[in-house]
């Protein structure tokens, strides 16, 4: 297999921006952890009592909230479920079915009470527990394996394995503003926004963040992920907050966007997933969750409230792609997301995947082919204006804006909840838009996808369900015809590119002939059946065209389709 | 907030065209007001006879040259100048802008943009790409997010006379529409509110080619029957384009859509109405527009909504016969009779 060729050395080592752990601000909120998990149960008490003024309102609220808590410890329980859950929701739901029987005033203090005991556990369940010394050990021990098995298995001499010549740097190109981004995250808060493609995304973006020089961020990870004890250990030590979205109770999810916009103006740089779950189409995200997003427009508000006159620390919002040849769970996710989408019309085969293949899939991912690159985007203030060098907001013309303006109404800066539930939504419309911008385009993105175009209209007349049911072996593509239509959507990526639209991998250049070999090689490479082969004549076809689907996804939205 | 200092803020008007003016008018009840004129004779003459268009200016609106001054004393600004002329001002104000400001724009029209040398006509398709509505231009053209839009039965000469009327308001934030309200609203002006900005500016636009029907309807001298079944179908064909070019439902059936379309419907002194009425007496296109100071915005906006159907694939069928008849050559008679003899008769298919 061959290496996917990149320029060598571009991916050099960046000095850490701060000197100790001491003095990163993931560490001081652990360090303070009791407090501040204290102040976010306080403060989301308060802010639930705002949303609920009335004792009825707030104990239908809490009514609900205990009921689907009992049924969610029945129904669907997990290894990383506290021990006495179940314990403490049929307190609750005790407590409050005596309610009935009490006087107004002792029915408004005990809803109170109730809900100050549950904003405090979930804020306990939430915070994270980012502890130096495992970090470190962490961070050591990964880069430790990665390198023996790197090394062992390219440099092919006796004692390579203990050899230094291919680091992980080699494996996962940093691309973009990285420069920028180290400097954003001296001069303020950055909150890092990525696409969620593949459950390795959060260890990844953590090797990334740490081999940038960064301190390491609060992210909010799936708390499904604390199941698997290897990853929670890794999250744990990376500075992971828990995200339940088994909970979607008011309580719940106001502590959640309390404790991210709390932490947030404390300093602490954070990463979330604003995609929310996993691209299950292979679709860069098109919807974001508006929650944990608010909580930056949130943080940054309260920073211009509490300081009107002086210097305010300002909110970075940094948009991030992961781009990969193979993701792992495509198979599961594209079934998932067209047994959603087609309902009746789709029968999806089963095909799981056990964690055999994890450990297959990172053997293979680091002794083979198949880079990983990571696109840094220019960092936007919370508005998702362009941020310059110095951190100044920048408008299409150039100039300069005070971000604290948005906030202003009779020239003082005011709460408006309403007003910022629009920001939110023009922030995220503002970083979807990115996303497109920072898409590194690989030769493997772009082989699926005008193969899969190409099969789409040699059967105009058939829905993409009936497409996808017709037998592989019937799929074949001329290479000569595929070569020319490939050559014409590749123009149309360097016009994208051109215009700023795009990025692409350097390997996309070159001879026509080897990067539809790249790509096609290097598509889905490690799946069982392959997305793209060359068959003995030369052409192209598929023993999975599903899978070519999902991969092929990647490309949707540049208006690519035209040169097919 | 009446007695806040900041309240006493001016509040912005540009353009003293007849509604400027009127609106100019209608805030200063409540605000100084300072109206911005492009032309400086104008201003001179505001300043001299303390009248604009032919109405009288309320005391305390402050006519001037210069928008960088209107800007900078005013938070919250009300555009209202000729869809033609809006992005050119929006270039021109725009270095004095900052995103504390407010606007609220009452301009009815399209904002076309074209590839170097093509027409509406000639390019392959004409989309949402190339067609902005007037708060979709000031966010392009400056850093102001908080933009809303006025829009709904307002005949400038009826409401200069306090004859009771309603506008709507609508914006995306609840604080530009209260204040909308709060600046617009007295005994004789209801204000409504609405959270559809793109809806209401498009209800207001494609109400323009209805009128244009109205007025070939009248010049044939047909009564109200003719008129009642023009205006609910006319109604239908704006909610199928309106939804196509991005608009609500809703939009289209309050004041800004059945409200406005119903008074311009019904406005025989209205450009619209009067280039329908002239060509159902036989007259060529060419011959009206010349007579014509201004351009009857209904004109273009036929060909915008032509195009825009076309690659929408929205059956629109007043829109395409009046296309016929403004450009090639149909005559009012055979448009009617296609569209009397159109087999298609579901009444209401969109709820």
């Known amino acids: 297999m061959e290496i996917l060729d990149e320029k060598k050395n571009k991916n050099k080592k960046y000095k850490p921006i701060l000197g100790g752990i001491p003095d990163w601000p993931v560490y001081q909120l652990s360090k303070n952890r009791k407090e501040f998990v204290e102040e976010v149960a306080h403060k989301s008490f308060e802010r639930i009592k705002q949303l609920r003024p009335n004792a009825k309102q707030l104990i239908s609220d809490l009514e609900a909230t205990a009921y689907r808590e009992q049924n969610r410890i029945k129904r669907n329980r997990w290894r990383v479920d506290p021990k006495d859950d179940s314990k403490f929701w049929s307190n ?128 909010g990870a ?199 539930d629009e920001y939110t939504r023009m922030l995220s419309q503002r970083i979807v838009k990115e996303y497109h911008r920072i898409n590194r385009v690989f030769a493997s993105h772009l082989a699926a996808f005008v193969a899969f175009e190409m099969w789409q209209k040699k059967f105009p007349m058939l829905d993409l369900f009936s497409l996808l049911r017709l037998p592989e072996e019937d799929l074949e593509l001329d290479y000569v015809e595929f070569k020319e239509t490939f050559k014409r959507a590749r123009k149309k990526i360097y016009e994208l590119k051109a215009e700023g639209n795009v990025r692409h991998a350097t390997h996309l250049k070159g001879n026509a002939d080897e990067v539809i070999k790249l790509g096609v090689e290097n598509v889905g490479i490690f799946h069982l059946k392959r997305p793209l082969l060359f068959n003995k004549k030369g052409n192209i076809i598929t023993r999975d065209l599903t899978v070519l689907y999902y991969y092929h996804n990647r490309l949707v939205g540049y208006d690519l389709e035209s040169c097919i | 907030m009446t007695s806040s200092p900041a309240s006493d803020k001016p509040v912005g008007v540009i353009g003293a065209g007849n509604f400027g003016t009127v609106i100019a008018n209608i805030l200063a009840i409540n605000r100084k007001v300072i109206l911005y004129a492009r032309n400086e004779q104008m201003v001179a003459d505001m300043h001299a006879k303390r009248e604009s268009k032919g109405y009288a200016l309320h005391p305390h609106v402050e006519p001037t040259h210069d928008i960088a001054m209107l800007a900078s004393r005013c938070d919250v600004i009300f555009p209202m100048v000729p869809s033609l002329h809006f992005r050119a001002m929006m270039k021109q104000l725009s270095p004095y802008l900052h995103p504390y400001h407010i606007l609220i724009h009452g301009t009815k029209g399209f904002d076309v943009i074209l590839p170097e040398g093509q027409t509406i006509e000639s390019i392959s398709k004409l989309t949402r790409e190339h067609v902005k509505t007037m708060s979709e231009v000031i966010q392009e053209e400056s850093v102001v997010v908080r933009v809303g839009c006025l829009a709904g039965p307002n005949l400038s000469k009826e409401l200069a006379q306090r004859q009771p009327g309603a506008t709507v308001v609508a914006s995306h934030f609840n604080e530009v529409k209260q204040l909308g309200k709060k600046l617009l609203r007295n005994d004789r002006f209801q204000v409504y509110e609405n959270d559809d900005i793109v809806g209401v500016e498009i209800a207001g636009v494609l109400k323009n080619i209805i009128a244009i029907a109205s007025g070939a309807l009248s010049g044939l001298g047909y009564g109200e029957n003719a008129k009642g079944l023009l205006i609910s179908r006319g109604a239908v064909e704006m909610v199928y384009l309106g939804r196509a070019l991005g608009g609500d439902l809703k939009a289209f059936l309050g004041v800004a859509g059945i409200g406005d379309l119903v008074t311009t419907c019904n406005s025989p002194m209205s450009r619209n109405f009067t280039v329908g009425y002239r060509l159902a007496k036989g007259e060529k296109l060419d011959d009206i527009l010349a007579d014509m100071s201004e351009i009857a915005e209904g004109i273009n906006t036929v060909r915008i909504a032509k195009k825009c159907a076309d690659h929408y694939k929205v059956r629109a069928l007043i829109t395409d016969r009046l296309y016929k008849v403004l450009f090639e050559g149909m005559t009012v008679e055979e448009a009617l009779d296609f569209l009397m003899r159109y087999p298609l008769n579901v009444d209401i298919d969109f709820l």
């Open chain 1, 92 to 219: 609750i739901k005790n407590e409050l079915v005596e309610l009935s029987s009490k006087n107004t005033e002792e029915i408004n203090a005990t809803a109170d009470s109730i809900l100050e005991r549950i904003v405090l556990r979930y804020a306990n369940e939430i915070a994270g527990n980012f502890k130096p010394n495992s970090y470190r050990v962490t961070r050591e021990l990964i880069k430790f394996w990665f390198q023996r098995l790197l090394n062992g298995a390219r440099v092919k001499k006796f004692g390579a394995f203990f050899r230094n010549q291919y680091t992980l740097r080699d494996k996962i190109q940093i691309v973009g503003k990285v420069k920028m981004l180290r400097k954003l995250a001296t001069e303020g808060t950055v909150v890092m926004v990525p696409t969620h493609f593949s459950n390795l995304d959060s260890i990844l973006i953590g090797w990334v963040i740490h081999s940038c020089g960064l301190p390491a961020f609060i992210y």
């Open chain 1, 222 to 420: 799936g708390l499904n992920l604390f199941n698997i004890k290897i990853f929670a250990y890794f999250m744990n030590s990376l500075g992971a907050y828990k995200v339940d979205r088994r909970k979607k109770n008011l309580p719940y999810l106001e502590t959640l966007k309390m404790y991210s916009s709390l932490a947030v103006q404390k300093g602490a740089h954070s990463l979330f997933f604003p995609g929310g779950t996993r691209s299950r189409s292979g679709l860069i995200e098109k919807q974001l969750k508006l929650g944990l997003l608010s909580t930056a427009i949130e943080a940054q508000r309260n920073l211009y409230l509490e300081n009107p006159e002086g210097p305010v620390r300002k909110i970075f919002i940094v948009p991030v792609t992961l781009n990969y040849n193979f993701v792992l769970e495509a198979p599961d996710m594209i079934e998932d997301y067209l047994h959603v989408k087609g309902q009746d019309k789709y029968f999806p085969e089963q095909d799981k995947y056990g964690s055999m293949q994890l450990i297959r899939f990172l053997f293979k991912f680091f002794t083979k082919g198949s880079n990983i690159s990571v696109s840094i985007g220019t960092g936007l203030d919370v508005l998702g204006n362009y941020i310059d060098e110095e951190g100044n907001s920048i408008d299409n013309q150039g100039r300069i804006i005070d971000t604290k303006d948005y906030f202003i109404s009779n020239d003082n800066v005011t709460t408006d909840k309403q007003r910022e």
